[in-house]
């Protein structure tokens, strides 16, 4: 079944320490992976995709197809990065193509 | 350059009404979907549709409907309320398969039904 996985609901670091939010995907296929984010009382906007290979606000992301992740890093937190992250995934799925998303991570940076 | 459209961003029901959420994009996008999201729970997805007149089902579909009769809206619709359906509800868009699949989101709809 497809499915994307986030183990952690909280994460909570100090300014300046390094972010990983985790995200596991399960697809029998080439999937597209993104990473968004939500800022309080925010629509949805996408951070970055898998195929782009870009470095938005620091945040970057490697697609790891042999262990089925696509992990979010950024070496030096900033206290404006405070968010829920989602991982999602786009693939076809039954003849059509769906976009499926874990179920989020809140990065908390304290001051 | 709106992107995609949702009202009301608010509303409170009673157990057994009904109401429609609207959405809206105006950028040509065929696939729309309406997702759920609840506290630690994620998104959720209730249908989708690729293009006007086809609609499917989500993961989470029970106590939903929803219509596509043009590209640009796909409302959802609740036909009796329940105390279970409390979230919120954000609308997307997207072109997925073309290299260029971002989604676009709504401002999202709070419900809450009492």
């Known amino acids: 079944a497809q499915r994307v996985t986030q183990p952690e609901k909280l994460l909570s670091v100090f300014k300046g320490a390094p972010v990983e939010l985790k995200c596991n995907y399960s697809y029998s296929g080439s999937p597209e992976l993104f990473w968004y984010v939500q800022y309080s009382r925010q629509r949805l906007q996408l951070l970055l995709r898998h195929i782009s290979r870009e470095s938005i606000k620091g945040f970057t992301a490697d697609l790891n197809k042999g262990e089925t992740s696509f992990h979010l890093k950024k070496p030096f937190a900033q206290e404006e990065d405070s968010a829920m992250y989602y991982c999602?995934?786009?693939?076809?799925?039954?003849?059509?193509?769906?976009?499926?998303f874990g179920s989020g991570t809140r990065l908390l940076v304290r001051p | 350059n709106a992107g995609v459209t949702q009202t009301p961003k608010f509303r409170i029901l009673k157990i057994g009404q009904s109401m429609t959420l609207q959405c809206a994009q105006d950028?040509?996008?065929?696939?729309m979907y309406w997702y759920r999201q609840d506290p630690g729970m994620g998104l959720k997805l209730i249908y989708y549709?690729?293009?006007?007149?086809?609609?499917d089902k989500g993961e989470v579909p029970n106590g939903y409907n929803v219509s596509r009769s043009t590209t640009e809206d796909f409302p959802l619709r609740l036909e009796l309320a329940a105390p279970s359906q409390t979230s919120v509800y954000f609308c997307?868009?997207?072109?997925?398969?073309?290299?260029?699949?971002?989604?676009?989101f709504g401002q999202g709809t709070r419900l809450t039904v009492v």
């Open positions: 549709s690729v293009g006007a007149g086809i609609t």
């Open positions: 950028m040509n996008h065929n696939y």
């Open positions: 999602a995934l786009s693939g076809r799925m039954d003849s059509s193509y769906k976009l499926i």
């Open positions: 997307a868009s997207s072109i997925p398969g073309t290299g260029n699949t971002e989604a676009f």
